[in-house]
């Protein structure tokens, strides 16, 4: 059976009130979505009240639910839109993250941007790359490159045209390009990123 198969399936189930199908997709998707939301706001307990008041609403509206086979970005537009709600009723002061909050460029993140994940010189240039983007750019990449969604879904996810995120995606990457010195290049998914390869002089 195809996932995109099993994913309807499973989803079915939770349209017709089985609590075993919600328990499947909250332990599926569960940290998932709390690493995208920690890159959205550094509030932890923020962050984990809106997952599960997302599962909740869910199993609430369960009979509602719309058909689906594709669980996770099904629930990361639905999680994204009620923490920026959250996120824009609290003080301005902490709203404005939303636009500036630096996205953690954890190590599992990082890994994906480099061919040698051993060297802590070159982990701490990317990171360093990774500040200089804006939260959009690093939002789209985050989707694109550490949840493997398609360029179709993060559309959706973020509410942006197709040619936008295409944008965010090239920009961001062309800009970590320019803050790298000595560059090498190597292949993720089916994209080619220009990155720098780290020595000493």
């Known amino acids: 059976m195809s996932l995109v198969k099993i994913e309807?399936?499973?989803w079915n189930r939770l349209r017709a009130g089985e609590e075993s199908a919600l328990k499947e997709i909250y332990e599926e998707y569960f940290d998932s979505l709390i690493n995208y939301g920690l890159r959205m706001s550094p509030h932890t307990e923020l962050v984990e009240d809106s997952v599960q008041e997302l599962f909740i609403e869910i199993w609430r509206l369960h009979q509602n639910l719309s058909p689906t086979d594709n669980i996770k970005n099904y629930l990361i537009c639905s999680f994204r839109r009620k923490l920026i709600k959250k996120l824009k009723?609290?003080?301005?002061?902490q709203s404005e993250e939303i636009l500036s909050?630096?996205?953690?460029t954890d190590s599992n993140f990082i890994n994906q941007l480099i061919d040698n994940?051993?060297?802590i010189d070159l982990q701490?240039?990317?990171?360093k790359a990774m500040e200089s983007l804006s939260s959009r750019q690093k939002e789209a990449i985050y989707l694109k490159f550490h949840e493997g969604l398609?360029?179709?879904e993060i559309c959706e996810s973020m509410e942006l045209k197709y040619q936008s995120v295409r944008n965010l995606i090239s920009t961001g990457i062309l800009r970590l390009r320019e803050y790298l010195s000595m560059i090498s290049l190597f292949y993720i998914g089916?994209?080619?990123i220009t990155v720098t390869k780290y020595f000493n002089y």
């Open 150 to 152: 398609e360029y179709e």
């Open 124 to 127: 701490n240039r990317i990171s």
């Open 8 to 10: 309807s399936v499973i």
């Open 101 to 104: 909050q630096e996205v953690d």
């Open 190 to 192: 089916n994209e080619y």
């Open 89 to 93: 009723s609290r003080p301005v002061s």
């Open 117 to 119: 994940e051993e060297s």
